[in-house]
């Protein structure tokens, strides 16, 4: 069973940066991908930037250009750097690995999530 730990939420000033990171209990190659997710109150999940096993990265139009998604194989750990944070930003950020075609069986894995607050 694939387990996801995020660390890094907390209260931020608008403009300010935040580093979110995820540690998985298995290695982070054997998955498709990792990615952060985000639900804001009253909204669906979001996806807000992932990155494929081999390397490719994507980013939600939201965030893209001031966020930056990278991992430490040898931590099995990904973080989501992001930068000049709006209140809009304000969220549940949540963990995911796609399990699809690993050794692990399921479709995906989530963490429990981690929250953060920008404050205007």
């Known amino acids: 069973q694939v387990q996801l730990v995020e660390s890094g939420g907390g209260v931020v000033q608008a403009g300010g940066s935040l580093r979110l990171s995820c540690e998985a209990s298995k290695s982070i190659l054997s998955f498709n991908a990792m990615g952060w997710y985000r639900q804001a109150p009253g909204k669906q999940r979001e996806l807000v930037a992932n990155?494929?096993?081999?390397?490719?990265?994507n980013y939600a139009d939201s965030v893209k250009g001031r966020s930056t998604i990278s991992r430490d194989s040898a931590r099995n750990t990904i973080d989501l750097q992001i930068n000049s944070l709006k209140p809009e930003d304000t969220a549940v950020y949540y963990c995911?690995?796609?399990?699809?075609?690993?050794?692990?069986?399921?479709?995906?894995?989530w963490g429990k999530g981690t929250l953060v607050t920008v404050s205007s």
């Open positions: 995911n690995a796609d399990l699809l075609g690993s050794p692990w069986g399921g479709v995906d894995a």
């Open positions: 990155i494929r096993r081999g390397g490719s990265t």
